[in-house]
């Protein structure tokens, strides 16, 4: 079965820390993987996807097959930074599984 | 280009009621999903359509359902409302074909709060 797990409900660092949010899955397929985010007051909205490899807002992630993982980094965190990042596994077109999410607190 | 938009934006019903959540997508969007927002369960994935048809389902009873019409614009109906479906209802849009195992960047509209009691 399709699962997406961030293990960590709550994340907090200190600005210019570095920071990662762990996104584990579990698919039999081929997944695409992305990371969607949620600032305050705002729409949940896509940060980055593992097909584009692509640095959105200086964060990163790797797609590890081995180790069924799709973390996301930043080296250096930044207040505005803060907010509910969620990962998502799709499949069929447009069938989305999200993880429970992860709440970014960056502290000045 | 205007943005998801969901209506009503608040609803209160009571248990054994049936309540009918609405959808409009970006312009030139064929594919809306619904997912359910809980703080237990997180975002859940309802169903999606791509035009005019059930595409993908997720695992909810049959008492959800929903719908799209030739504008791409989806209805979303619950029956006999249970506390349990208390919840927010995002609705999203896409582009809807997808590359490779599929998978396009999806738009969320605001939600609607739903309150069952």
């Known amino acids: 079965a399709q699962r997406v797990t961030q293990p960590e409900k709550l994340l907090s660092v200190f600005k210019g820390a570095p920071v990662e949010l762990k996104c584990n899955y579990s698919y039999s397929g081929s997944p695409e993987l992305f990371w969607y985010v949620q600032y305050s007051r705002q729409r949940l909205q896509l940060l980055l996807r593992?097909?584009s490899r692509e640095s959105i807002k200086g964060f990163t992630a790797d797609l590890n097959k081995g180790e069924t993982s799709f973390h996301l980094k930043k080296p250096f965190a930044q207040e505005e930074d803060s907010a509910m990042y969620y990962c998502a596994l799709v499949y069929n077109f447009n069938k989305f599984y999200f993880g429970s999410g992860t709440k970014l607190n960056v502290k000045p | 280009k205007a943005g998801v938009t969901q209506t009503p934006r608040y609803l209160i019903k009571t248990r054994g009621q049936q309540v009918t959540l609405s959808c409009s997508p970006i312009?030139?969007?064929?594919?809306v999903s619904w997912y359910q927002q809980t703080p237990g369960q997180g975002l859940q994935f309802l169903f999606e359509?791509?035009?005019?048809?059930?595409?993908n389902k997720g695992n909810f009873p049959g008492r959800f359902s929903g719908r799209q019409f030739s504008n791409s614009r989806s209805e979303m109906n619950v029956s006999t409302l249970e506390l349990g479906d208390s919840a927010l209802y995002l609705c999203a849009s896409s582009g809807g074909m997808g590359g490779g195992a599929g998978g396009n960047e999806q738009f969320f509209g605001p939600g609607t709060r739903l309150t069952v009691l």
């Open positions: 593992h097909i």
């Open positions: 359509y791509f035009s005019e048809t059930q595409r």
């Open positions: 312009s030139g969007h064929r594919s």
